[in-house]
């Protein structure tokens, strides 16, 4: 996953510094790459990558913001390529920073290379960085904003973009508008953002949302509309469900009020009388304090994170250590766990290993039961728009693994349609053996049309369901 934020005032420094804490609020969406460049009118393009898998942003960055200066600025935290990037072209010199997921990458290379004689440098794993990727579509246009609408139709997947230019700062959204953008105002000027949250401490004030493949450009004194939004729009319900941060809206609909929305559809259907109800720190904690409030039973923290050495969600490549990491951020609290009936949300089941774990350990602390209640419908599919997960396969997926043990190594669409249902016999085995599996006392996962539900406001057609149902 990844965010980003940008800047464009008439205060030289105050920009640096909103650039510099805008893009810091951005943590919870990256924990690998970050960057920051800032433009100045007499120093020109100013740049700083960092590493910060083993520290956080503030602390790589914070030399590199007390020498820059500028008016405009972009900034990035990423779990993939090194960004922003620095570009010379035909359209001139700009920073780009992008999110997003490009799916048909080895057609546009062949595009590329039978157009121009370029080269990429290839990443770790032979991959091709993505933002280079977008800046060699762009810069085959005659300028910026042609290159922007060329990208925009030409990639399959999904890439929202900030470009930095010595002119403003152009932000574009993705096609089908499957991540948002969203745009502050103050005195000074204009922000561009990933979460809205982002920049309120900052002095702006909320502007307005990008539509689906719109683009404008910010300047210190406006906001220019370049190409209007369009009406067909696939935003990822999962922005609510778990990757945004609590305080963050998208489309106007609150990531806190969503979830308690969610915890409460999941309590109307559930029969389970469990002594507590808790959630998997952090994002499942919203969607149980929702089904405490509906259910009237009580919310406690059985477990704490350990935020003084664990404040960030780093996570190491090897899937063990990833494993054992997880559980190092959780402490007991014996008294709220033993003898007791537990009910447990977490926001999904990935591969299960994280969650098989944490129910084994609440066995060995005492509890008498451990109930667990997903607040979203079984994964099926990987996600082909945003960067979800880490997985190399489909079959990183527990439910995946329990269908080929049932059905065999290849699965007809119609066949996990019918997986996907909640009505049927297969959907229920399924639920069943993953329970088994993960040594649940029970496991129930949220209906489709609930969570579709719980975003209220927003027409069904309008959320992207890929990873649940398959459907684009």
Request: a negative charge; hydrophobic letters at 35%.
């Amino acid at each position: 996953m990844g965010g980003f934020f940008g800047a464009v005032g008439k205060d030289r420094d105050n920009t640096v510094f909103d650039v510099f804490y805008g893009t810091d609020y951005h943590s919870h969406l990256g924990t690998r790459r970050a960057g920051m460049v800032m433009y100045d009118e007499d120093k020109g393009f100013d740049r700083a990558i960092h590493n910060i898998e083993n520290s956080p942003f503030r602390t790589k960055f914070a030399s590199d913001v007390n020498s820059m200066k500028g008016n405009m600025g972009i900034g990035c935290i990423s779990d993939y390529e090194a960004q922003p990037l620095l570009i010379r072209s035909k359209v001139g010199t700009y920073a780009i920073t992008t999110v997003g997921k490009i799916n048909n990458t080895e057609e546009i290379l062949e595009k590329l290379f039978d157009n121009s004689h370029l080269h990429f440098f290839e990443m770790s794993g032979g991959e091709v960085n993505a933002t280079e990727m977008v800046a060699a579509i762009i810069n085959q246009k005659e300028s910026i904003v042609e290159g922007i609408r060329y990208a925009q139709e030409l990639i399959d997947g999904s890439m929202t973009m900030l470009i930095m230019t010595k002119q403003g700062i152009y932000a574009a959204r993705d096609k089908y508008g499957r991540t948002p953008c969203v745009i502050g105002k103050s005195e000074s000027g204009y922000c561009a953002a990933f979460e809205s949250f982002s920049y309120l401490n900052l002095g702006y004030t909320h502007y307005r949302e990008l539509g689906p493949c719109e683009i404008v450009l910010l300047t210190p004194e406006t906001v220019i509309n370049i190409a209007p939004p369009r009406e067909e729009m696939k935003i990822c319900t999962f922005l609510w469900v778990y990757y945004g941060y609590p305080s963050s809206s998208y489309e106007g609909v609150s990531v806190e009020d969503m979830r308690y929305n969610c915890g409460a559809a999941l309590a109307k259907r559930d029969d389970a009388r469990p002594d507590l109800v808790a959630g998997v720190p952090d994002s499942g904690i919203a969607h149980a304090i929702g089904y405490s409030n509906y259910s009237k039973i009580p919310f406690s923290r059985p477990f704490i994170k350990y935020t003084p050495t664990w404040p960030r969600s780093f996570m190491p490549p090897n899937q063990t250590q990833r494993n054992r990491i997880a559980r190092m951020k959780l402490l007991p609290v014996q008294s709220l766990i033993k003898d007791k009936s537990l009910l447990l949300i977490d926001d999904s089941i990935v591969r299960g290993t994280q969650m098989r774990e944490t129910t084994e350990y609440l066995f060995q602390s005492g509890a008498k039961e451990v109930h667990i209640r997903p607040a979203c419908p079984p994964l099926l599919y990987g996600c082909k728009y945003l960067n979800f997960s880490r997985s190399s396969s489909e079959m990183d997926l527990i439910t995946r693994r329990v269908i080929a043990d049932r059905e065999g190594d290849k699965v007809s669409p119609e066949t996990l349609a019918d997986y996907a249902n909640p009505d049927s016999a297969n959907y229920a085995a399924m639920v069943e053996e993953i329970r088994k599996q993960l040594k649940f006392t029970s496991l129930r996962f949220h209906r489709l049309d609930d969570m579709l539900d719980s975003v209220t406001g927003i027409d069904h057609c309008k959320l992207c369901t890929y990873c649940w149902n398959g459907k684009e």
